[in-house]
């Protein structure tokens, strides 16, 4: 029989969903994915291409994602949704889909400055920022990396002395994503308790964050440096919860958390094009996809995002039920962000010349996830963490 050029057959499956965890979700669960799915396939993927090109954060999209509760989306009170981790990683999914930029965005509002204020902050700080944070009204930042070095935040060197009733600040942050459109920055500095968190405002005289030019990755997001050169800030503005580097590795828990469910999305929307491209592109007189090595590609990638997604949903109900720890969330951070990583590498590869033009999703994804498996901790800090689990031994 020929076998050459035959017709596909139809799969019952679901090529992004191989194992059915859509099936497994709550109502409440499929509504949240639904409605951002909408939002990507209608506000962001029209605009997304240009944005990379033009190295612009679509800052319009904003109030969007604001009216669908998508800014704190955990936290309970204080006009936010209140939804479940599941929830929360969906989203993330969702808008990474989309970009990674704009799942960044999300992420460092919700997860690195609602979540500490919400943590760790006064009843009157959640009260002053976390409404207005949830529509959108005010943009934060957070600020631990600093330019030595930023896999050991321990050896911070930004640093705040105490002023009759003030405190002064003085150091540098680095590679601060929202920071040059941020209105507050949750600033870790070194005090002589320990390390504790400023908020603090847009405008401070002696602050000033500058945007970072010349970035081939995350281009649709705003990246910045921020200095603090004697900057004053009123007690009332310091986060009185927690004291050392357990405040801002918690909030990294959090984030990290939703990067292992967001890049999921970037490797499935690379997955789908690759299997649109490769059944109509002819070679040698049939499909692309008719041929073994391409299949076994194609097959290993649907094997990874698999393993990827029942990950993150175990990962999910861990959190829930209160039982998430550290080392949990480091395995999918890496797992998953490497699995995202190679799967847009092996796509962009597959689409041969095509593959470098961005009018394919494969290489924007690509050049994001370079910064989405280094940020967050890099792919090695999660490595000796779990190592360090593993044999009660501090490589670091
Ligand atoms: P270590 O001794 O391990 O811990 C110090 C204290 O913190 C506690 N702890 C954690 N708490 C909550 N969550 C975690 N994941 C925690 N990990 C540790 C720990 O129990 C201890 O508490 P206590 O009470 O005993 O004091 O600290 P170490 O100095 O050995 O460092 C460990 C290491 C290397 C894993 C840590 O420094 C690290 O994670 N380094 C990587 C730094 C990093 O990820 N930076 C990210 C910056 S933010 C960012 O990238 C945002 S990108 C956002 C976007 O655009 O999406
Ligand atoms: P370094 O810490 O200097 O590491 C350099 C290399 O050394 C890495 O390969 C690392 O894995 C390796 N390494 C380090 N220690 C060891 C070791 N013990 N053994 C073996 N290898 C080791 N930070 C924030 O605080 N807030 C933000 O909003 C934020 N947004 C970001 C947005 C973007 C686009 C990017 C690129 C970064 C962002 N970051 C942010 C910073 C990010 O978290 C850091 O880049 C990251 O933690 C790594 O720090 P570093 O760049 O200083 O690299």
């Not at 990950?311 to 998953?336: E, M, T, Y």
């Amino acid at each position: 029989m020929d076998k050459t050029a035959e017709s596909p057959r139809a799969s019952a499956l679901d090529p992004l969903d191989l194992y059915g965890v859509r099936a497994t979700l709550a109502d409440e669960e499929r509504l949240v994915q639904d409605s951002v799915a909408r939002l990507v396939d209608a506000e962001v993927l029209p605009v997304i291409q240009r944005c990379f090109e033009e190295h612009r954060f679509p800052q319009e999209l904003i109030p969007q994602l604001a009216a669908l509760g998508l800014l704190g989306s955990s936290i309970q009170g204080y006009g936010c949704a209140g939804l479940n981790s599941i929830c929360y990683g969906l989203i993330c999914q969702e808008l990474e889909r989309g970009d990674s930029g704009i799942r960044s965005f999300v992420s460092v509002q919700s997860s690195l400055c609602m979540y500490p204020i919400f943590s760790f902050g006064s009843e009157e700080q959640r009260q002053k920022y976390l409404p207005r944070m949830a529509r959108g009204e005010l943009i934060g930042c957070f600020g631990l990396t600093e330019p030595h070095g930023g896999s050991d935040p321990a050896n911070m060197k930004t640093h705040a002395r105490k002023r009759g009733r003030d405190w002064v600040l003085n150091g540098a942050k680095m590679w601060i994503t929202n920071g040059a459109i941020a209105d507050v920055a949750v600033v870790w500095a070194m005090t002589p308790e320990g390390i504790r968190g400023f908020l603090v405002e847009r405008g401070s005289p002696g602050f000033t964050a500058p945007e970072i030019q010349h970035k081939f990755s995350l281009r649709a997001s705003i990246t910045a440096a921020l200095y603090f050169d004697n900057v004053v800030v009123p007690e009332t503005q310091v986060l009185p919860g927690v004291i050392g580097l357990k405040g801002p590795l918690g909030c990294l828990t959090q984030a990290r958390y939703g990067i292992s469910w967001g890049v999921i999305g970037a490797a499935q929307a690379c997955l789908k094009q690759l299997l649109d491209y490769t059944a109509t592109r002819a070679l040698f007189g049939r499909p692309l996809a008719q041929n073994q090595t391409i299949q076994v590609r194609l097959a290993d990638m649907a094997r990874r995002i698999t393993t990827a997604q029942l990950l993150a949903l175990q990962l999910g109900r861990l959190k829930d039920a209160g039982a998430l720890q550290p080392a949990h969330v480091s395995l999918a951070k890496w797992n998953n962000c490497r699995m995202a990583l190679d799967i847009a590498r092996d796509c962009r590869d597959m689409l041969g010349g095509a593959g470098i033009s961005a009018e394919y999703v494969p290489i924007r994804h690509m050049l994001n996830l370079e910064s989405v498996i280094t940020y967050e901790g890099t792919e090695t800090i999660h490595q000796l963490s779990i190592g360090r689990e593993l044999t009660g031994l501090n490589a670091f």
